[in-house]
Each structure stands twice: as structure tokens, then as C-alpha cells.
């Protein structure tokens, strides 16, 4: 009972994409088409508001669920991000969802998202499966 508020602010960011109009798929091929500024103002005013949570997680030192410390370890930058991007945005490109909005796209009917669902979760399957073979 005591994660009930993550039930709650999860229904409620479903509910903030789908009135958003971010989870629609003609959304999202309008922000790829730059034909749109939704999308994009969507973005920046996600950017920002999650910069100022990071910092107060980190000012406040709030713990996880568990009570443990949270800890953002500093992060190097490396080519493969560039190419983990371009694969990430081209599939998001493809399929008009990425994996935040794939549940509520779900749940609000579009069951043909079920086969990007899985393909995410195969695609998490084969990095995990090659992670030791790629450079990080």
C-alpha cells in the first residue's frame, strides 16, 4: 500500500501523454517531419522540469523506494551514444513510439504497439545477450 503514490503519478503521467497528444503516432511523424512544434514544445518543457528534479533529488538527498541513497555517478562521453541515439530515434521514427509512451499508447487501444513493445523488449534481450562483446 505504501507505493500507491507511484500507481497514482504513473496513471497520472499516462493520462498528461495521451491528452498531451504525445503518444499519437501522427504526433510524432509531424515532429520527425518538422512539420509540428508540439512535440518539441512538449520537450522543452520536459528538459527543464526534469533538470530541476535531478537537482532536488540531489539537493534533498530523497531515497529510492527502498530507503537507499540515490547516487548519479558522473557519465564519460562515448561514440557509442551517437550510435545508440541514431538506432533509438530511428526506430522511434519507424514505429511513432518510444519506450515512455509505449504503455499508454497500449492502453489506449492501439494494440498494434504490443509488436513494438516486444521488439523493445527483444532488443533489450540482444544487448544484454552482446554487452560484453561491444566497446563501452
Not at 55 to 77: D, M, Q, R, S, Y
Not at 99 to 120: D, E, K, M, N
Request: some cysteine; overall charge positive; glycine content about 12%.
Amino acid at each position: 500500500m505504501r507505493n500507491i503514490k507511484y500507481l497514482v503519478f504513473g496513471t497520472l503521467f499516462g493520462i498528461i501523454l495521451t491528452k498531451s497528444e504525445a503518444i499519437s503516432w501522427f504526433r510524432i511523424q509531424e515532429m520527425f517531419h518538422f512539420q509540428g512544434f508540439q512535440m518539441y514544445g512538449i520537450f522543452m518543457t520536459a528538459i527543464p522540469v526534469g533538470i530541476i528534479s535531478v537537482l532536488l533529488i540531489k539537493k534533498l538527498h530523497v531515497p529510492t523506494i527502498h530507503g537507499e541513497a540515490i547516487c548519479i555517478p558522473a557519465k564519460k562521453f562515448h561514440k557509442g551514444y551517437i550510435i545508440g541515439g541514431f538506432i533509438f530515434g530511428l526506430g522511434w521514427a519507424l514505429t511513432g513510439a518510444c519506450p515512455g509512451p509505449l504503455f499508454a499508447q497500449i492502453g489506449s487501444g492501439f494494440s498494434v504497439i504490443i509488436v513494438t513493445l516486444l521488439s523493445a523488449l527483444a532488443g533489450t534481450w540482444v544487448y544484454s545477450a552482446l554487452r560484453d562483446k561491444l566497446p563501452h
